[in-house]
């Protein structure tokens, strides 16, 4: 009897732990649900200027149906979102002008000051600049061009729906091509996510030619000041072209991954990406990391004053290529993220590939270091296939080029998940923006989505097209 009790006993202890976990577990992903929530209801509604119910139809969709069990709000007196479960997990993100919306610590954690946060104003992104800007989405300039724009908003898998929101194509300094989906227009702000990691690479690019960071000495880092710690011989261009060493969980599948967690709950992101270990020596090992961008995004911050910080991305790059709706936002530190948080308008990300387009140079103006462009177009070490250069991607991911389909040489490309796409192409005048809410990869195949735009550019005998790596 005594051995049948200890053996009932043991079952239930393991039991026991085997209910903790699960509820930790359980409790560690409704956190997750509710931040995502309510960071991206607060986003989408004061800093893209979107309709409450058509925010919440949208980050329902697809593998985030479970997300209707969450409830969302917004405070429009506060300029807040929140999000709870059952009344429990709640958070709260608050909306703070020019740096966006951020996450606070929870659903009553809005205070005073945040209340006097200034209303969203609403630019237009009509006039001025180096290529057409009319008022209202143009009909295609090009025609061949219209039956590719109908294939980029057509449905052809209704399980797996592409949810194409704005193409844009610039073809020798005009617009040829513009549409909208329904609900989204010249004037709306997406979101970039990763294609942030690209406007990062501007920024910094600015510092470096200011003399303000130097490209191949160690990134003073708190988190690596002790004597011998290997991660202090870290360099800002290791960071750039993903090759630091740093570990860290990338899948945005897992929603308990490095990524998600650093995104959603901490509130200091540089600082959490700094304290990973390093899997390899630096330079040896690529590895594509949001740590990484959050990093560099600190070492930003700390070259220059709190003031000077806050206002560099709209001085150094976004007033100067007239990116009126673009708006960089920040941490619950101040940060700015320079991973995944920046939205602006399909005009506006078109301004920033055309600056690439043109070698770094804005209207005769140098905004870019000279040679800065083929250093970012430079492949990373051990980076498979050179698919990477410093955080630019050297062709289009795998995943969004199913039929592998080959385009030509030197091209760049900015890649956001959901598939966001800035595409520039230098040898064909030619920069291609695609935004979207494509929860499945495989349901858009951009390399051949470039090609079609190519192509009808050859037809209408605007450009030459030799599909072609070199």
Known sequence: MKGKRRIVGVAGLVLLVALAAALRHGSQLVGIGTAYKAKMLCSEVFVAGRRQHEVLADLEIDDLYALRIIKASIDERAHA?????????????????????????GPDSVTASDEAAPAISRHSSAGGGSFNHPDEPTTPVIPQLVAVLDEAFSEPDPAHLRRTRAVVVIHNGR??????????????????????KSVLNALVGV????????????????????????????????????????????????????????????PDMAAFAARKELQSPPGTRWQYSSGNSSIISRAMRNVMSEDQYRRFPRQALFDRLGMTGAV???DPGGTFDGSSFMYATARDWARFGMLYLN???????????????DYTRTAATANPGNAYGAHFW???PDEYNRAQTALPAHALHAVGHEGQFVTIIP???TVIVRLGKTRYA?????????????????????????????
């Open 81 to 105: 979102a929140s999000a709870s479960f059952l009344g429990m997990a709640g958070r709260t993100a608050r909306y703070r002008g020019d740096t966006g919306c951020t996450l606070v610590s």
């Open 175 to 196: 617009v040829v091509a513009e549409r909208y989906a329904p609900g989204v227009g010249p004037d709306t702000p997406l979101l970039g996510w990763s294609m942030t």
């Open 207 to 266: 510092l470096v030619k200011d003399g303000g960071l130097p490209l191949d000495a160690p990134v003073p880092v708190p988190e690596w000041r002790t004597p011998g710690d290997p991660r202090a011989s870290i360099t800002l261009s290791q960071l750039l072209y993903m090759n630091s060493g740093l570990e860290f969980n990338e899948d945005m599948g897992n929603p308990l991954g490095d990524v998600t967690r650093m995104l959603l709950t901490e």
């Open 328 to 330: 960089l936002e920040a």
């Open 359 to 373: 070698d770094g140079v804005w209207e005769g103006e140098r905004i870019l270091p000279e040679g800065w462009v």
């Open 394 to 396: 050297l062709s289009v």
């Open 427 to 429: 040898s064909h005048g």
């Open 442 to 470: 495989h349901a858009w195949d951009h390399g051949a989505f470039v090609r079609t735009v190519l192509l009808a550019l050859e037809a209408s005998g605007e450009q030459s097209f030799s599909p072609r790596h070199e």
